[in-house]
């Protein structure tokens, strides 16, 4: 390292965080919300659902294994697979009628679910991109994609300005579990409505996860590139009477990461 030249080492979902406050001056505690594709986080796992109380990450989404590591972001009908094997036995898996079960033979199926009880090539992520992954190939918007975050794109594309479904979800021991399962199984909805169902669902955390902490709200992470759900959310906190900051001038992406820097800087 080259003399007066200092390194910093900086957290990537904390950096997220930062450059919302360092772009609006804020001081003191927010509720914020960093949700995006992949980033490790403090504990060497594939972080991007995370909500920080304060500069503390206090809850995050429940990690879904990834079969097939990095094969399974191009692949979401993997994260699928490993939603519904914490579910269901591999019997009860095989019989259901969902596109992303029938996309793969039964030899196929065995060996995922090999991979899934020994952990083998089997990363954790509690990602939000990770979750529109699962939900796209769940309801059947897509089973492969081309590039990142193209399931949540399409989902944006396909949601219903007047459909107000949401999917249920609770908080476990600090974790954030959507049961989108139970709804997709009903097979009841068209995908256009469980699409909007996904949408509404994050925007009902993230409120009400704010009026839990009673803070205003931080919003980063490439995820709230998706403009629906940042105006759901946008929407819904002004008829609460909450704030909610997200970067304009900084990129909500990785775009605006290097902001954390300063920040950083100024603190040393």
Known sequence: MEQGIETIEVQHHKAHLNAVKLEYNLKGAYCGFIFDGTGYGDDGLLWGGEVFVGDRRKYHFKPLKLLGGEKAIKEPRRVAMGMLFDRFSLDEVEKLDLECVKSFSKDELRLLYTAYTK???????????????????????????????????????????????????????????????????????????????????????????????????????????????LQKVLNQAKEAGINVYFGCEIPVNDGGISAEQLVSLSIG
């Open 119 to 229: 952990n083998i090539n089997s990363p954790l992520s509690s990602s939000v991109g990770r979750v529109f992954d699962a939900f796209a190939s769940l309801s059947g918007v897509l089973q492969y994609q081309s590039y990142e975050g193209e399931s949540g794109l399409l989902c944006e594309a396909l949601c219903l300005d007047e459909f107000y479904g949401s999917f249920e979800y609770s908080l476990i021991n600090e974790e954030i579990q959507i049961d989108m399962i139970s709804a997709i199984l009903e097979n009841r909805y068209s995908k256009e409505e469980l699409c909007s169902m996904l949408l509404n669902t994050l925007r009902d955390i993230i409120i009400d996860m704010a009026k839990k902490e009673k803070l205003d709200i931080i919003l980063s992470g490439g995820v709230f590139q998706n403009k629906t759900l």
